[in-house]
DNA sequence: CGTGCCAGGTGCCCT
DNA sequence: AGGGCACTTGGCACG
């Protein structure tokens, strides 16, 4: 199936009354738009900038989502999230893209004395986006795997909260003998706040029981002052990788007949 | 003075050969690239991921950064940031845009089996951007008005290490009874998080000085929790709104003659 | 370069 | 809606 014209809109160098036509119709019609120009923002809600003269790209998705990009950095300098509401209008001769959220309330507005280019398109995307090496694929790998944690470790609880306050932990088990164990994973090096979060989880638990609560932090390596804190308090670092861990689920579920029993 | 047609280059359904050989000038002469049509991306890195076919817009701008934005969201859903390599070539007849960034290492790979549009424009942007109503601005309106805090609060150390070690508080002072107080700034309502930091920075300094160590946490409001944990530990809360803040500097620095003094 | 921490963080999931 | 937390977080400032 061929993609037909009417679905790709570009103007080059339009005035501003051209430009804010065709805003308008693409607004209506749900469609992703591009504006590049020079142009001012100003912006105002839970902060407050400005931005001086400068050649930017603008995209408008349909969701509402609003982005200004200047020529370098990943991020935009300006924003609105989804649910946001944009319109276009002129004033005094320059075209005025405005986009405003509603909670919390924020305002943007891009001022453009030329347009250089705008693009309108209505874009089809039902592709399925996979990531791997997460966190949660690391507590998935150890639920598969135990003694990726110590040997003779029982995982018992995945996650949730520890009575409905403070927090959650990760994840929760026995040891070899018999104590609570704490399990707190981070896919990146963990440092003091990851220890003190894990201290949270484990002081929470044993308040709520007699049994000793060991807490273990599980991530690829270790700041030397979030060892110095873990060893403080008496936990345990485990060495755990997130590819490793990805790679451990993988094969799993590719003999899923033999796959779980491979690692009990 | 008037933008000429070579800074924009723009092409509307292009081969895929032309596509490469526009993108290749553009990456030369540093300009941003937008590339618009259907394809599929693969990335590995940190993580990895997979995104299956589906019409997105590809940004490449010329200090590296690279950006593949689905029709929805505010976030790409891949990318690269500023400092990564881009290239582009023909493969089975598909056009594929990689992206590779050294360090960590990640590859992002793009792969267009059309191409709707590309864009190829050469931007000039040293526009200013100012951020006003910050955690920062949060602390210099302290500073001119510690009263914000408490009456008598008296700032001493401009933030920093408390001793080189174990993070960092956002501001030291002392009260009217002469006891030490640490500050915790937050811009947005602070959450049990934010007074476990609190409590590091408290902990820290107690264990360096006999005198009494009280801890302030100075946002614009706390959740229950947060409360909650703050009163356990004999901590307190003071409201400050970041916007207030920004207004009593602005207010500042417009009288300067007399604008200290204003607040003294 | 590692370590720590803010961000107009955003997004996801939970009560 | 409020709260807790991960994120390929990115970005900056500092030892």
């Known amino acids: 199936m061929s993609k037909l014209n009417g679905d790709l809109e570009v103007l080059v160098e339009p005035s501003v009354e051209e430009a804010v036509k065709a805003l308008r119709r693409g607004f209506s019609q749900g469609r992703l738009l591009l504006v590049i120009g ?7 809600g839970r902060a407050r900038s400005t931005l001086s003269l400068g050649e930017r790209v603008i995209i408008c998705k349909p969701d509402g989502s609003f982005m200004v990009h200047r020529p ?24 005025k893209l405005v986009s405003i959220r509603k909670r919390p309330p924020e305002k ?23 990531l791997h090496a997460s966190e949660e694929e690391m507590r998935r790998a150890v639920l598969i795997k135990p003694e990726l944690i110590e040997e003779g470790f029982k995982p018992m609880e995945a996650e949730r909260a520890i009575d409905g306050l403070e927090g959650y932990a990760d994840l929760v088990g026995e040891d070899v003998e018999g104590n ?3 399990v707190e994973f981070k896919r990146v090096t963990a440092g003091r706040e990851a220890v003190l979060q894990l201290k949270q989880y484990v002081d929470a638990l044993s308040s709520r029981t007699s049994r000793r609560v060991r807490g273990i932090l599980a991530a690829p390596s270790v700041t030397k002052e979030g060892l110095r804190l873990l060893e403080q308090l008496g936990f345990k670092f485990v060495r755990l990788d997130p590819q490793v861990c990805y790679q ?17």
Do not use: H, M, Q
């Open 108 to 130: 943007l507005v891009v001022n453009l004395s030329r347009v250089y280019l705008v693009a309108s398109l209505k874009l089809e995307d039902s592709g399925v986006f996979a």
């Open 180 to 182: 609570l164990v704490v």
């Open 38 to 44: 020079p142009c001012t923002v100003d912006y105002e």
């Open 248 to 264: 451990l689920i993988k094969s799993a579920s590719v003999k899923p007949s033999t796959g779980l029993l491979d690692y009990l």
């Open 72 to 95: 370098t950095g990943y991020e935009p300098v300006n924003w609105n999230p989804p649910g946001a509401l944009a319109s276009v209008y002129v004033e005094d001769g320059s075209l």
